[in-house]
C-alpha cells in the first residue's frame, strides 16, 4: 500500500520550501549588517600617534589640509567631501615597501573604479625631492588614475601633522623635528572623515580584506 498520494507529496515538497524560504528570510532580517570600528586615538599604537592626541578617545577626525597633486593642482579636504578613501604615505625614491605599496594602490584603484564615492589619496613624506614634476613621472610609471588617486605634496609640517595627528599611520624620528618614519599602513577613511581600518599595504591578503572592507562601509547606514 503506498505511504502518500502524489498530491500529498507535492504538498509536502512545497510546504518544505516554503518553510525554508521562510527560515532563511527571517535570518537575513535578524542578521546584524557588519560594522566597522572607528579607530580613535587611544585605540591605535603609540608609536604612530603624536603625543598631543594620543589621550583622544572619541570624535577624532581627519584635519583640514592644502596640498597639490601630481597634476599642480591644489587638493583639499573639499575633493573628499562625503567619499570613502584609502590614504598612505610614501616617497617616490624609496626602493623598500613604496613599491610593493603602489601597485597595490593600484590594484585597489584597478578593482573599484565603478565606485564613483571610493578614492585614494598618497602623501610623499619627503616633499623636498618629491616636486610636482617628479609626482607626475611617478604618477605615469605606475598608471596613476588622476581622476581616482591623488600623489600630494605641500609642506613639510602640514604633511607630518597629517600623518601624526590625523592618520596615526607613521612613526616619529629623534634627529628631525619634521621628519617621520613612513609605514606600510593604508588607512580606510568613511564619509565622516573618521578612521575605519588599518592595512598592511605590502601583504596581498590585507588589500583582499581592505576591499572587502571598502564593501561593507558602502553598506553602512
Given at each position: 500500500m503506498k505511504l502518500f498520494r502524489k498530491k500529498d507529496f507535492v504538498?509536502?515538497?512545497?510546504?518544505?520550501?516554503?518553510?525554508?524560504?521562510?527560515?532563511?528570510?527571517?535570518?537575513?532580517?535578524?542578521?546584524?549588517n557588519e560594522v566597522l570600528p572607528i579607530y580613535q586615538p587611544n585605540l591605535?599604537?603609540?608609536?604612530?600617534?603624536?603625543?598631543?592626541v594620543s589621550y583622544i578617545s572619541k570624535y577624532h577626525t581627519i584635519a583640514d589640509f592644502n596640498?597639490?597633486?601630481?597634476?599642480?593642482?591644489?587638493?583639499?579636504?573639499?575633493?573628499y567631501e562625503n567619499k570613502i578613501y584609502v590614504a598612505d604615505f610614501f616617497?617616490?625614491?624609496?626602493?623598500?615597501?613604496?613599491?610593493?605599496?603602489?601597485?597595490?594602490?593600484y590594484e585597489i584603484q584597478e578593482k573599484l573604479r565603478e565606485y564613483?564615492?571610493?578614492?585614494?589619496?598618497?602623501?610623499?613624506?619627503?616633499?623636498?625631492?618629491?616636486?610636482?614634476?617628479?609626482?607626475?613621472?611617478?604618477s605615469i610609471e605606475n598608471n596613476v588614475d588622476d581622476k581616482i588617486w591623488n600623489l600630494v605634496t605641500g609642506d613639510k609640517e602640514q604633511?607630518?601633522?597629517?600623518?601624526?595627528?590625523?592618520?596615526?599611520?607613521?612613526?616619529?624620528?629623534?634627529?628631525?623635528k619634521?621628519?617621520?618614519?613612513?609605514?606600510?599602513n593604508f588607512v580606510l577613511i568613511d564619509k565622516k572623515r573618521q578612521i575605519r581600518?588599518?592595512?598592511?599595504?605590502?601583504?596581498?591578503?590585507?588589500i583582499e580584506r581592505l576591499i572587502s572592507e571598502i564593501k561593507i562601509l558602502k553598506n553602512e547606514k
Open positions: 504538498a509536502l515538497v512545497f510546504i518544505s520550501l516554503f518553510s525554508m524560504g521562510t527560515i532563511a528570510l527571517f535570518y537575513q532580517i535578524l542578521k546584524p591605535v599604537n603609540e608609536k604612530l600617534v603624536d603625543s598631543t596640498l597639490v597633486n601630481q597634476n599642480g593642482e591644489k587638493i583639499t579636504e573639499k575633493d616617497f617616490t625614491t624609496c626602493q623598500d615597501i613604496c613599491p610593493i605599496m603602489t601597485k597595490n594602490m564613483n564615492d571610493v578614492l585614494l589619496l598618497s602623501h610623499t613624506v619627503m616633499p623636498e625631492i618629491d616636486t610636482i614634476n617628479q609626482l607626475k613621472k611617478y604633511i607630518y601633522n597629517l600623518a601624526r595627528k590625523s592618520y596615526l599611520a607613521a612613526e616619529d624620528t629623534e634627529f628631525s619634521y621628519d617621520l618614519i613612513h609605514t606600510e581600518g588599518y592595512y598592511d599595504g605590502t601583504k596581498k591578503s590585507e
